[in-house]
């Protein structure tokens, strides 16, 4: 392993792969316009067939059973980010930086992981979102008010931060144990909640570093992920069987642009409007059967 790693986690189905390869081609271009060997990839999958080939990519495969394993017993499936990157950080003798597959990496990624390598204190996520409060995640509000285990170990106010991107530095060995142990107290109470990990993630990340936001060196389309595979796939028609071309299509791919003119459409308008209702459909489904298990 390299001494600094960026690490990725794709499985359950072409959608995730896709992005994921697309993301990747983005970084090796970065990584290649300003070349670092101290830093190396680990992908995380079901299939490692996919995996772009590359000196830089390392390929770990995660079995079927793990995969249910890692969901734990509400069998979560974000649970599974933990569980690699806690592998990941017990394999490496420095600093880790996690990010999801619908991203875009827009700078080299050297000097972030520099920081974290220099900095003990700090670590990386991808976005603050505000704080949690009646208004703002109002269930996690609830629960860290409440609940004396939690609101004890961390004090408010409480922070919420996107996770698409993780970066934690090198010596801290128990970070992602003692947060499995929080996502999984929290999951007991909320096993349904879309945002267990990313609030388990923020609440020790802020309690035990400066976080500073990653939005400087990567583009994060979690908002669009409906839409998002059309659009990736006008880049990934056009992968031929040089690395180099690749990467340079991905990281100068115009995202935003198109996913802003696809949004405009029809079929972009008409998608969007069936995402809000599933994700309607989806809050009132968690909510009454967190309840129906209360």
């Known amino acids: 392993m390299k001494s600094k790693n ?3 986690l794709a499985h359950g189905g072409q959608k995730y792969t896709k992005q ?6 983005s970084l090796l271009y970065w990584l290649k ?3 670092d060997n101290s830093i190396g990839i680990i992908v995380y999958t079901d299939d490692d067939t996919w995996v772009p080939r590359h000196e830089l990519i390392t390929a770990r495969t995660i079995s079927p059973e793990q995969i ?3 969901k734990g017993k509400h069998q979560y499936t974000h649970r599974v980010k933990l569980e690699i990157l806690r592998h990941a950080q017990s394999m490496s003798s420095g600093p880790i930086l996690f990010v999801d597959c619908d991203t875009q990496w827009i700078k080299t990624p050297s000097p972030a992981l520099r920081e974290l390598a220099e900095n003990p204190k700090m670590c990386w996520m991808h976005q ?3 704080k949690v409060s009646i208004r703002n995640h109002p269930d996690y509000f609830t629960l860290l008010s409440e609940n004396p285990s939690l609101s004890q170990n961390f004090p408010p106010p409480w922070e919420m931060w996107n996770s698409g991107a993780i970066g934690i530095p090198e010596g801290n060995r128990a970070f992602f144990s003692e947060t499995l142990e929080t996502c999984d107290q929290i999951l007991d109470f909320l096993p349904h909640n879309n945002w267990v990990e990313q609030i388990a993630v923020s609440l ?5 570093f400066e976080t500073k936001s990653l939005e400087p060196y990567l583009l994060h389309f979690w908002r669009d992920s409906l839409i998002l595979p059309e659009v990736l796939e006008k880049a990934l028609s056009n992968l ?8 340079k299509l991905c990281a100068t791919f115009p995202v935003e642009e198109e996913l802003r003119i696809f949004r405009e459409s029809l079929k972009g308008q008409w998608l969007r409007k069936k995402a809000k209702l599933k994700r309607s459909l989806s809050k009132r489904r968690n909510k009454f059967r967190s309840w129906i298990q209360l």
């Open 240 to 247: 031929s069987d040089d690395a180099g071309s690749n990467a």
């Open 20 to 25: 994921a390869i697309f993301s990747l081609y």
């Open 68 to 70: 249910r394993q890692y």
């Open 6 to 8: 960026i690490v990725y």
């Open 33 to 35: 316009e300003e070349p």
């Open 128 to 130: 603050l979102e505000g």
């Open 204 to 208: 020790q990340a802020t309690k035990q």
